[in-house]
């Protein structure tokens, strides 16, 4: 059974006078507590006369340690009873050991003995621990308890030994197991959260909300709904699922009793951060909506894997929808993603900074084309930049993908974005409007260059015509060039773009100076890769 239960069954032995008020927080006994006339009450008792009679015959011992609060004493037996007369059952069992407690509280301590052994072979030295117990104090009181001897041979210092066996063996470390209803309120105490009379309640709320389920041993296991629960209070409100909102309203309290601290003034603060903390919920709760539409959705049970965690190189599964989204199930983490467009792996490409495997989006069949980090998509790495932030507009220095060495030249149309190149479509699209220039057909394959452009400033781009298609007339079939002043590149961008180079290249040139002043908001080009 587990902690609300116990406490039913200790208030009913305490309605029925057989222990001591069980809500109490005290663990020392009181000054004038009458502990020899406690332990003579049991001189009589079947199941421990003869623990009893053995104290009162030799000397009962005080207890060493412990805290009087001051209201109750600990819990302790306040009449002998028999199995029969309680009833037997849990109800026996929560007695029986109240009074085998109270029993060694003030019994004589154990005394063992402890052996160690340490045995040199070659330079190594191995040690082994024997145990043998003189006096078995407390343990007499709880037998459950006892200690079994562990037994050496006979040695001799300084002597030689045979070695008969040595094997090596290769084991690898378990994960923590679920913790149980003591481990948590153990924790509960640790951390100041609730008191000897709630803590019980907290453990049945949780369990009665179905956050976690009661395992073998009285092991918690968390939920899929308690799982994404604390998670999603991550998301909004890192503070949310630390002990210490609880642990501190629980000092204040402890304040107020004492006469610290003023009632009106801890409520106030308390309502008042409560009510801070609500209203940026509130205005945040779609972080935490994600996640649980991640995990609990029809679509989220279709859905199928598409690229690597960055956290735990697990994979995440793409979940459609009006609002997709990446779920990591092992991290419990919802990365949202770009409602339009076809979302696809993009050849198994990490992002430098969180190791992130890259998605591609491609809007349309023949539209705008953009690489993204799924982590620095909602969570942008540099300061200043707005959730949302693709490669095309990422400022990182080296990332092959990242606006630094994948921009060519400003945009002409919206006048303040950047026409970054996609090698695989041969064409550039801005990263801030729908503008878009296609590379002639007789283009076989396009690369950056590491060369500027005198005139406008823009990065060169190296492009290679197809043999048969050739517009040189020096014989080669590769050339570097402006996109907007080249001779060669201009004129067949101007032919194939009318639309956007309609303004005339002298235009174009001029705009371009303009945009290289723009460049500082965006990253300079002229940066070595």
Same mark, same amino acid.
């Given at each position: 059974?587990?902690?609300?239960?116990?406490?039913?069954?200790?208030?009913?032995?305490?309605?029925? /006078?057989?222990?001591?008020?069980?809500?109490?927080?005290?663990?020392?006994?009181?000054?004038?507590?009458?502990?020899?006339?406690?332990?003579?009450?049991?001189?009589?008792?079947?199941?421990?006369?003869?623990?009893?009679?053995?104290?009162?015959?030799?000397?009962?011992?005080?207890?060493?340690?412990?805290?009087?609060?001051?209201?109750?004493?600990?819990?302790?037996?306040?009449?002998?009873?028999?199995?029969?007369?309680?009833?037997?059952?849990?109800?026996?069992? !929560?007695?029986?050991?109240?009074?085998?407690?109270? #029993?060694?509280?003030?019994?004589?301590?154990?005394?063992?003995?402890?052996?160690?052994?340490?045995?040199?072979?070659?330079?190594?030295?191995?040690?082994?621990? /024997?145990?043998?117990?003189?006096?078995?104090?407390w343990m007499l009181a709880m037998p459950w308890a006892a200690r079994e001897d562990?037994? !050496?041979?006979?040695?001799?210092?300084?002597?030689?030994?045979?070695?008969?066996?040595?094997?090596?063996?290769?084991?690898?470390?378990?994960?923590?197991? %679920?913790?149980?209803?003591?481990?948590?309120?153990?924790?509960?105490?640790?951390?100041?959260?609730?008191?000897?009379?709630?803590?019980?309640?907290?453990?049945?709320?949780?369990?009665?909300?179905?956050?976690?389920?009661?395992?073998?041993?009285?092991?918690?296991?968390?939920?899929?709904?308690?799982?994404?629960?604390?998670?999603?209070?991550?998301?909004?409100?890192?503070?949310?699922?630390?002990?210490?909102? &609880?642990?501190?309203?629980?000092?204040?309290?402890?304040?107020?009793?004492?006469?610290?601290?003023?009632?009106?003034?801890?409520?106030?603060?308390?309502?008042?951060? %409560?009510?801070?903390?609500?209203?940026?919920?509130?205005?945040?709760?779609?972080?935490?909506?994600? #996640?649980?539409?991640?995990?609990?959705?029809?679509?989220?049970?279709?859905?199928?894997?598409?690229?690597?965690?960055?956290?735990?190189? &697990?994979?995440?599964?793409?979940?459609?929808?009006?609002?997709?989204?990446?779920?990591?199930?092992?991290?419990?983490?919802? %990365?949202? !993603?770009?409602?339009?467009?076809?979302? =696809?792996?993009?050849?198994?490409?990490?992002?430098?900074?969180? =190791?992130?495997?890259?998605?591609?989006?491609?809007?349309?069949?023949?539209?705008?084309?953009?690489? !993204?980090?799924?982590?620095?998509?909602?969570?942008?790495?540099?300061?200043?930049?707005?959730?949302?932030?693709?490669?095309?507009?990422?400022?990182?220095?080296?990332?092959?993908?990242?606006?630094?060495?994948?921009?060519?030249?400003?945009?002409?149309?919206?006048?303040?974005?950047?026409?970054?190149?996609?090698?695989?479509?041969?064409?550039?699209?801005?990263?801030?409007?729908?503008?878009?220039?296609?590379?002639?057909?007789?283009?076989?394959?396009?690369?950056?260059?590491?060369?500027?452009?005198?005139?406008?400033?823009?990065?060169?781009?190296?492009?290679?015509?197809?043999?048969?298609?050739?517009?040189?007339?020096?014989?080669?079939?590769?050339?570097?060039?402006?996109?907007?002043?080249?001779?060669?590149?201009?004129?067949?961008?101007?032919?194939?773009?009318?639309?956007?180079?309609? =303004?005339? &290249?002298?235009?174009? &040139?001029?705009?371009?100076?303009?945009?290289?002043?723009?460049?500082?908001?965006?990253?300079?080009?002229?940066?070595?890769?």
């Amino acid at each position: 059974w587990g902690a609300q239960q116990a406490m039913h069954l200790a208030e009913w032995l305490y309605t029925s /006078g057989y222990i001591s008020y069980p809500r109490t927080e005290s663990t020392a006994y009181p000054k004038h507590f009458e502990l020899k006339q406690t332990v003579a009450m049991f001189r009589n008792n079947p199941e421990f006369s003869s623990v009893a009679q053995t104290l009162l015959s030799e000397g009962i011992c005080a207890p060493r340690d412990g805290t009087d609060v001051g209201d109750h004493p600990p819990i302790v037996p306040t009449k002998s009873a028999t199995r029969g007369e309680i009833g037997g059952g849990d109800a026996w069992k !929560l007695y029986e050991y109240v009074c085998a407690h109270f #029993l060694a509280t003030v019994s004589p301590d154990c005394i063992f003995l402890r052996t160690t052994v340490d045995i040199q072979i070659g330079s190594e030295t191995f040690s082994c621990f /024997g145990k043998k117990v003189l006096s078995e104090g407390w343990m007499l009181a709880m037998p459950w308890a006892a200690r079994e001897d562990v037994s !050496l041979p006979t040695f001799v210092q300084g002597e030689s030994v045979n070695v008969l066996r040595c094997d090596l063996t290769q084991g690898a470390t378990s994960p923590p197991d %679920y913790l149980t209803e003591s481990d948590l309120i153990s924790l509960m105490e640790k951390h100041g959260i609730g008191t000897d009379a709630s803590i019980a309640t907290h453990i049945e709320n949780i369990c009665k909300r179905n956050y976690v389920t009661i395992g073998s041993g009285r092991r918690m296991i968390p939920t899929s709904l308690g799982i994404v629960l604390i998670h999603g209070y991550a998301r909004v409100d890192a503070q949310m699922k630390e002990p210490a909102i &609880r642990a501190n309203i629980e000092k204040n309290v402890d304040l107020i009793a004492t006469g610290k601290a003023s009632f009106d003034l801890v409520v106030s603060n308390a309502l008042q951060g %409560y009510k801070s903390k609500f209203e940026y919920l509130v205005n945040n709760i779609n972080r935490m909506d994600e #996640l649980f539409e991640a995990t609990f959705s029809t679509q989220a049970s279709a859905a199928k894997p598409l690229s690597r965690c960055g956290r735990c190189n &697990r994979y995440m599964k793409l979940i459609h929808g009006s609002k997709p989204k990446l779920h990591c199930a092992h991290c419990d983490e919802a %990365y949202s !993603l770009p409602s339009r467009g076809t979302i =696809r792996l993009f050849n198994e490409i990490r992002c430098p900074l969180d =190791r992130f495997e890259l998605i591609l989006v491609q809007i349309g069949i023949d539209g705008k084309c953009f690489t !993204l980090c799924p982590y620095c998509y909602n969570h942008p790495p540099f300061d200043g930049v707005s959730v949302g932030m693709a490669c095309n507009t990422c400022t990182h220095p080296t990332c092959d993908n990242s606006l630094t060495q994948r921009g060519v030249a400003p945009c002409l149309d919206c006048e303040t974005g950047t026409l970054v190149l996609d090698d695989a479509t041969k064409k550039l699209d801005c990263n801030l409007c729908n503008c878009q220039v296609r590379l002639p057909q007789n283009v076989h394959k396009v690369a950056i260059s590491h060369t500027f452009c005198d005139q406008c400033a823009s990065r060169k781009i190296q492009v290679t015509f197809h043999k048969d298609k050739n517009p040189l007339t020096d014989g080669g079939t590769t050339t570097t060039e402006c996109l907007w002043c080249g001779v060669v590149l201009g004129a067949m961008i101007e032919q194939k773009s009318a639309r956007m180079r309609g =303004r005339g &290249r002298g235009r174009g &040139r001029g705009r371009g100076r303009r945009g290289r002043g723009r460049r500082k908001q965006q990253g300079d080009f002229r940066t070595n890769p």
